[in-house]
């Protein structure tokens, strides 16, 4: 069965750094997610991006984050300059068509700011 | 509002003993609801999840849930819980577009022997 995937599964960074989340949606879907859980929290929607262009952002989704789907099968997650808040783990998601379709999510990259 | 809440947020149940997690949610439009669970340090596994039709819907690992439009709820059922149910189960809403789902804060299920 088709999965999403998403590297690197952990991730440590010093505050401030650059970081770039990659996801792999299922290869026949058309739009794409960020999600992203704080410890202890619940999931929070950040970004949907279709058509090569984000469709929807939550506040959550300032200057500091950037999407971009590089080539055909990968999506990423940009993070600027990483503050100790970032520190969450981040959940990639796919769906293949807008509707009843349902959205996919892939295993988390659990990143640490320190 | 657009939200989802979970009321409870830690259950322990005996293994063998029957299940119920409870979702209410607020949304404008025709709601898709759905059941996700996460097991620690894992992603989102889907259970299930309702769109129209009959109002009660089977998942995996022998879970259902039944929608009630008139409560407004989604609640999670299981007739005997396994020792591999402990995980933290959440409530989901989302809509018809291409729209975001938003999340309930999850309950955390723990099992007694």
């Known amino acids: 069965e088709p999965e999403v995937t998403q590297t690197p599964s952990h991730q440590v960074t010093q505050m401030g750094q650059e970081v770039i989340l990659r996801c792999v949606p299922i290869?026949?879907?058309?739009?794409f997610y960020w999600y992203r859980q704080i410890l202890g929290q619940k999931v929070e929607f950040l970004v949907s991006?279709?058509?090569?262009?984000?469709?929807?952002k939550s506040e959550i989704f300032d200057d500091q984050f950037s999407v971009e789907r590089p080539d055909g099968s990968n999506f990423t997650l940009k993070i600027r300059s990483t503050k100790l808040e970032d520190s969450a783990m981040y959940f990639c998601?796919?769906?293949?068509?807008?509707?009843?379709?349902?959205?996919?999510f892939g295993p988390g990259t659990r990143l640490l700011v320190l | 509002a657009q939200s989802v809440t979970q009321p409870d947020i830690h259950i322990t149940v005996s293994e063998g003993a029957s299940l119920e997690l409870r979702c209410n949610y607020s949304?404008?439009?025709?709601?898709?609801l759905f059941w996700y669970v996460q097991s620690p340090g894992q992603g989102l596994q889907l259970l299930l999840k309702?769109?129209?039709?009959?109002?009660l819907v089977q998942g995996i690992k022998g879970f259902e849930a039944e929608f009630k439009r008139s409560q407004s709820s989604f609640n999670l059922r299981k007739p005997s819980v396994h020792w591999s149910d402990a995980a933290e189960y959440f409530c989901?809403?989302?809509?018809?577009?291409?729209?975001?789902?938003?999340f309930g804060s999850g309950t955390r299920l723990s099992i007694r022997p």
């Open positions: 989901a809403v989302g809509g018809s577009s291409a729209s975001k789902i938003i």
């Open positions: 991006f279709y058509n090569n262009e984000i469709s929807e």
């Open positions: 290869s026949n879907h058309l739009y």
């Open positions: 309702y769109f129209s039709g009959d109002t």
């Open positions: 949304y404008g439009a025709t709601p898709y």
């Open positions: 998601a796919s769906r293949r068509l807008a509707g009843v379709e349902t959205q996919y």
